[in-house]
């Protein structure tokens, strides 16, 4: 009969290690999902930031994002010569 009991306690421990490890797994999980979902909405104002601040610093040669400004407007452009030729192509 010991032997059961102390059978029966290992089994039981080892259930309840186990329903903690799933809980702490489920709590984990959510917490690693807020975090994403924070990282997300900070990424967010950041890319609102970025186009506000491009708008502002688009004309300014002396600005200190010129260069980058420069880059956005010539990709820009780019991709409007590319809808064009896709136009002309669907025209045809």
């Known amino acids: 009969m010991a032997f059961l009991d102390k059978l029966g306690k290992t089994i039981g421990n080892?259930?309840?290690t186990?329903?903690?490890?799933?809980?702490d797994f489920a709590e984990t999980t959510k917490l690693n999902s807020a975090i994403s979902a924070e990282e997300k909405q900070i990424t967010q104002y950041l890319l609102e930031?970025?186009?506000f601040v491009f708008e502002q610093e688009k004309d300014n040669p002396d600005s200190p994002v010129s260069e980058l400004c420069s880059k956005i407007l010539s990709s820009q452009q780019t991709i409007e010569d590319l809808k064009?030729?896709?136009f002309e192509i669907k025209k045809d």
């Open 49 to 51: 930031i970025g186009k």
């Open 18 to 23: 186990a329903t903690e490890k799933a809980k």
């Open 84 to 86: 064009r030729k896709i």
């Open 14 to 16: 080892a259930a309840g």
